[in-house]
């Protein structure tokens, strides 16, 4: 007795294009990192937000505490006052004698003096004007904000805390939105990579315009 000859099926093989994929682990990270310091020396007075949480552009993080600056500006204050008095007692002198010289009643070096003094007055007050808006600048300074929205870090400096400008770290913001997802590939696997592009056996997107997917750990 003789079997059939058993059934088969044929196929005809062609190459094709197929997609692979590979997988890489990556961690995420802010897309900005802003370190947030003191730009005055003081005495950190009070802390207004919960470390971790999220904060807004502008939201008050700090308060370093303002009274010796207070104090400052209203020395500045009274300087200026002093100094615009002087200008104006200066400016009423120069403008009395300057008709004076002109009709040859006082000699020209006093009217002079007088205009110099003047002049010198009116440097004396814009001085003042500038010590008063950088004492005012610094106040400013011991209320500090959030410089961008995201997410805050710890506070490594307790209320109470001598802090020193440009120099105390206060916090850290990440801003969150867009976030990043920094990945690296081995190198042995980069090299695979590239010795299968050569060959041919591997294409490469135009222009690196991969598709990428994340998944978290919870899958």
Request: aromatic share 4%; net charge neutral.
């Amino acid at each position: 007795f003789q079997m059939p000859p058993a059934q088969v099926t044929t196929i005809t093989v062609k190459p094709a294009t197929i997609p692979i994929s590979y997988e890489y682990v990556g961690q995420t990270t802010g897309s900005k990192e802003v370190e947030v310091r003191a730009r005055v020396t003081g005495i950190l007075e009070q802390k207004l937000f919960q470390e971790g949480a999220p904060v807004k552009q502008g939201q008050r993080l700090f308060v370093i505490d303002p009274k010796p600056l207070q104090a400052q500006a209203a020395q500045a204050q009274a300087e200026l006052v002093r100094t615009q008095a002087q200008k104006a007692q200066a400016d009423r002198e120069a403008a009395r004698l300057k008709p004076l010289a002109e009709r040859k009643a006082i000699g020209q070096k006093e009217a002079d003096d007088a205009q110099s003094n003047a002049e010198l007055a009116a440097a004396a007050v814009r001085s003042a004007e500038a010590k008063l808006r950088e004492v005012d600048l610094n106040l400013g300074y011991t209320n500090v904000v959030a410089p961008i929205t995201g997410l805050s870090s710890r506070a490594p400096k307790s209320e109470g805390s001598l802090v020193t400008a440009n120099d105390t770290l206060l916090t850290t913001i990440w801003q969150v939105h867009p976030i990043w997802v920094p990945f690296s590939i081995p190198e042995n696997e980069q090299l695979g990579l590239q010795k299968e592009v050569a060959a041919g056996r591997l294409t490469l997107p135009k222009d690196n315009a991969f598709d990428v997917t994340i998944r978290l750990t919870d899958g």
